[in-house]
């Protein structure tokens, strides 16, 4: 059922010339009595409300004082409400701000509109600490190692660098762990790591029975163990070979050390 609409139009002021004011009232219906506004432009474009005629205008006419509904200016003897005494609309954007407000605002449906309150749990930050903020430690995978089972090391030659031996004293924990990816951690763990490395406090048992319960990740996957006094020495010793050799490759001596790789290999191939 359609409404019956009795329609007034006359030509608005405050505007440029050719613009016109329609003042409709419905006559019947729900709505009856109620009065809607429209303005048209002079090439016959059609405006329903105040934000859409601001952006049609831009900067050429300031609507700050219009008022839409009457089509006149609005005198500096009316007094806004107390809820609207700093608030100020924005046209182009169609939202309202507080002048009062401090940004960042939150920007949700809400009425009423609210700062946005920044909140840390750091110690010497004033702002009160919110517990829900906490910060948790990113989960560590469990013998990610694993993942580098037969890989290995090449030179420019591309040909496999003999891997690294583990000293009498140190043996790996977990499933299927080999020499090389505990070599593989342990490096890894003395690279990243800013604590002792000392490996595993758990026994083998517990372990391999349950790793996600008794394997500390931050930990290599080896029993503890200790380096004593002889390690240390012997470590000394191997520097001051590789030190030595270097000092003759600077001074040229090529074919002495050629000869002294020879020999240590031979003595190595003997011990095993």
Same mark, same amino acid.
């Given at each position: 059922?359609?409404?019956?609409?009795?329609?007034?139009?006359?030509?608005?002021?405050?505007?440029?010339?050719?613009?016109?004011?329609?003042?409709?009232?419905?006559?019947?219906?729900?709505?009856?009595?109620? &009065?809607?506004?429209?303005?048209?432009?002079?090439?016959?474009?059609?405006?329903?409300?105040?934000?859409?005629?601001?952006?049609?205008?831009?900067?050429?006419?300031?609507?700050?004082?219009?008022?839409?509904?009457?089509?006149?200016?609005?005198?500096?003897?009316?007094?806004?409400?107390?809820?609207?005494?700093?608030?100020?609309?924005?046209?182009?954007?169609? &939202?309202?701000?507080?002048?009062?407000?401090?940004?960042?605002?939150?920007?949700?449906?809400?009425?009423?509109?609210?700062?946005? &309150?920044?909140?840390?749990?750091?110690?010497?930050?004033?702002?009160?600490?919110?517990?829900?903020?906490?910060?948790?430690?990113?989960?560590?995978?469990?013998?990610?190692?694993?993942?580098?089972?037969?890989?290995?090391?090449?030179?420019?030659?591309?040909?496999?660098?003999?891997?690294?031996?583990?000293?009498?004293?140190?043996?790996?924990?977990?499933?299927?762990?080999?020499?090389?990816?505990?070599?593989?951690?342990?490096?890894?763990?003395?690279?990243?790591?800013?604590?002792?490395?000392?490996?595993?406090?758990?026994?083998?048992?517990?372990?391999?029975?349950?790793?996600?319960?008794?394997?500390?990740?931050?930990?290599?996957?080896?029993?503890?163990?200790?380096?004593?006094?002889?390690?240390?020495?012997?470590?000394?010793?191997?520097?001051?070979?590789?030190?030595?050799?270097?000092?003759?490759?600077?001074?040229?001596?090529?074919?002495?050390?050629?000869?002294?790789?020879?020999?240590?290999?031979?003595?190595?191939?003997?011990?095993?």
């Amino acid at each position: 059922m359609g409404l019956e609409l009795d329609k007034k139009t006359e030509e608005c002021s405050f505007l440029p010339k050719g613009w016109t004011r329609e003042e409709v009232i419905r006559k019947s219906g729900l709505s009856a009595g109620k &009065t809607d506004v429209y303005y048209h432009s002079p090439c016959g474009k059609k405006f329903r409300s105040k934000p859409q005629l601001a952006r049609f205008l831009g900067d050429a006419i300031d609507l700050t004082s219009f008022d839409f509904r009457t089509g006149k200016l609005l005198t500096s003897g009316v007094r806004k409400s107390k809820r609207l005494k700093n608030i100020h609309y924005d046209y182009n954007k169609g &939202t309202r701000h507080d002048i009062s407000l401090v940004l960042p605002i939150r920007q949700t449906a809400s009425i009423f509109k609210q700062p946005v &309150t920044l909140k840390t749990n750091h110690t010497t930050n004033r702002i009160k600490a919110d517990p829900k903020q906490d910060t948790k430690e990113t989960p560590k995978q469990l013998f990610w190692e694993k993942r580098l089972q037969g890989m290995h090391a090449c030179d420019i030659e591309e040909e496999i660098l003999r891997s690294m031996e583990l000293p009498d004293g140190l043996f790996g924990v977990g499933p299927d762990m080999t020499d090389d990816s505990l070599v593989q951690s342990i490096a890894s763990s003395l690279h990243v790591s800013t604590q002792p490395i000392t490996g595993q406090t758990g026994s083998q048992n517990q372990i391999e029975k349950n790793p996600g319960v008794y394997l500390n990740s931050d930990q290599p996957p080896c029993l503890k163990f200790l380096v004593t006094e002889a390690d240390i020495k012997k470590q000394e010793e191997r520097v001051r070979e590789v030190r030595d050799r270097l000092r003759k490759v600077l001074e040229g001596d090529l074919k002495q050390i050629q000869v002294e790789l020879e020999d240590t290999d031979e003595d190595e191939d003997a011990s095993e």
